[in-house]
């Protein structure tokens, strides 16, 4: 298999996406704002892309949308027959039979790995919402470790008023956050909550005014870079395997990272 190759600016920017690597910090930008930043197959594959060919010092991702909105969700253009920027839309692979009903099932999974990478323990993601994260955009927020709202935010899971389901990993995190019968009636009603509520529901982390969103999102970076890499991707492993691990596979499990972590200190010491 060829190894993948970073986009380009030009590539990313044909996807409605902008990418700034500072250092340790990742900062991603939906770059659709004519279409509320409506998202596509190909920007969800060119996000898997830049999950792969990240640098490796990066520790942090920041995930934000250009203009007055985060993502207003998939782009309607997707339920069409045809192609989006290049790639077949799932009505498109789905007339041609079998083989592309085959074909549509691989083409989710790599979008879903625009999604799942946000995950990984050796980074932490945040995405930076301000108004409307709908449907897809709910989903990518809720693939973030953190999320930080402004006060204008307004998150609703769209997809079964489209006669669809959410694909894109959002209802695992949905489910852990706000229970199964909570996420039942955001899912089944599709209704919009407010910055207010998705405080009360714990799917934000922090709800701030919409002018101090860069701020407290840039500050949140600050602290998080204050902790040493190798004790945070440690704690975020533990984290992690904690809500499938019973109390005495997880107390093991802190036992076996906090020798590993003294024996690295002290080898540094010496």
């Keep these: 298999m060829a190894q993948m190759t970073a986009p380009t600016a030009e590539e990313l920017a044909a996807a409605g996406l902008e990418l700034a690597v500072d250092g340790e910090v990742a900062r991603i930008t939906l770059s659709r704002p004519h279409r509320r930043n409506a998202m596509t197959g190909r920007m969800w594959t060119e996000l898997a892309r830049i999950g792969h060919t990240l640098p490796q010092g990066v520790r942090i991702v920041v995930v934000t949308g250009k203009g007055p909105a985060f993502s207003s969700g998939i782009d309607l253009d997707m339920f069409r027959p045809g192609d989006v920027d290049g790639v077949p839309t799932p009505l498109t692979l789905l007339s041609r039979g079998p083989e592309g009903a085959a074909a549509l099932e691989q083409t989710i999974a790599s979008y879903q790995e625009g999604f799942l990478w946000l995950r990984r323990a050796d980074l932490v993601s945040v995405a930076a919402v301000r108004g409307h994260a709908i449907g897809a955009g709910f989903q990518l927020a809720l693939s973030c470790d953190i ?6 935010a307004q998150l609703c899971m769209k997809e079964p008023a489209l006669g669809l389901v959410p694909d894109l990993t959002g209802t695992k995190p949905l489910v852990e956050l706000v229970g199964v019968n909570r996420a039942v009636e955001l899912c089944l009603t599709a209704r919009t909550i407010d910055a207010a509520e998705a405080d009360r529901l714990r799917l934000a982390e922090r709800v701030v005014p919409d002018a101090e969103l860069e701020t407290a999102v840039d500050d949140l970076v600050a602290q998080l870079l204050a902790v040493p890499a190798d004790a945070a991707r440690a704690t975020k492993e533990l984290l992690l395997q904690a ?10 499990a802190e036992r076996t990272a906090q020798l590993a972590r003294l ?8």
């Design 243 to 252: 809500g499938r691990n019973d109390l005495e596979t997880q107390a093991a």
């Design 263 to 270: 024996a690295a200190l002290a080898a540094h010491s010496r």
């Design 147 to 152: 999320r930080i709202l402004s006060d204008t």
